[in-house]
């Protein structure tokens, strides 16, 4: 298995409050993901990041910002919850060498903004 | 546009009966890599298979047998002889590959349930 984990796995939040979610792997990959998953939506991409202090946006990137300071921790905040933002969160990681271009998901996190 | 369509919601199955879980995908890039990846009740994501654009063959892997068709954009997942323990949901995924990582486009999902 892949040495990703995730921290908090749950978390029960205000509408309005600064959340960050952590996302810490241990395989030295460059490549690391965010996603959120929602019934009828399957997983979105939230942001990536290709390297410290590389990141670029996914499908639902709005209300969400993403920091990378070291290769193995890839922070997601979310500025002002909403309740929309109600929602498991995934982080994945990649290591970007042929033919390996396979995601490996952590545990997710489990985020309710009430 | 990419996009991946698991039009199959929900599946039931009584044990030891063959299914099929169906993917169609939508892409222009001529280079393009296909996934499965099973999801359990407890939550994680389990990497079962990928598939590289030019390799059309198909694969088995004990139970689990994969038939890609680019003629029809298609990567099915067949389950032989099911188990209970196959029971979870299944995503499909289409990645790309843009100058800066890998892009992923996951399908919804389809749940498969497997009655004793």
């Known amino acids: 298995d892949a040495g990703i984990t995730q921290s908090p796995r749950h978390k029960v939040t205000e509408t309005g409050t600064p959340v960050t979610l952590r996302c810490h792997q241990t395989e030295n990959h460059r490549y690391m993901y965010w996603y959120r998953q929602d019934p009828g939506h399957g997983l979105r991409l939230i942001h990536y990041s290709y390297g410290v202090k590389d990141t670029d946006k996914g499908e639902v990137s709005d209300g969400y910002s993403v920091s990378r300071s070291k290769t193995e921790d890839f922070l997601l905040t979310l500025e002002s919850a909403t309740s929309s933002q109600t929602s498991v969160y995934f982080c994945?990681?990649?290591?970007?060498?042929?033919?390996?271009?396979?995601?490996?998901f952590g545990p997710g996190t489990r985020l309710t903004v009430l | 546009a990419q996009k991946v369509t698991q039009a199959q919601t929900e599946i039931s199955v009584v044990e030891k009966e063959d299914v099929t879980l169906d993917c169609v995908y939508e892409t222009r890039d001529t280079t393009y890599y296909l996934f499965w990846y099973k999801q359990p009740p407890s939550g994680e994501l389990v990497f079962l298979i990928r598939r590289n654009s030019f390799d059309e063959q198909n694969e088995i892997s004990g139970r689990y047998s994969w038939n890609f068709q680019k003629s029809t954009s298609s990567f099915n997942f067949t389950i032989t002889a099911s188990q209970v323990v196959d029971s979870a949901v299944y995503f499909c995924?289409?990645?790309?590959?843009?100058?800066?990582?890998?892009?992923?486009?996951f399908g919804t999902g389809t749940s498969l349930t497997v009655i004793p």
């Open positions: 994945a990681i990649s290591e970007r060498t042929i033919p390996s271009d396979t995601q490996y």
């Open positions: 995924a289409l990645g790309r590959r843009p100058n800066t990582g890998n892009q992923f486009y």
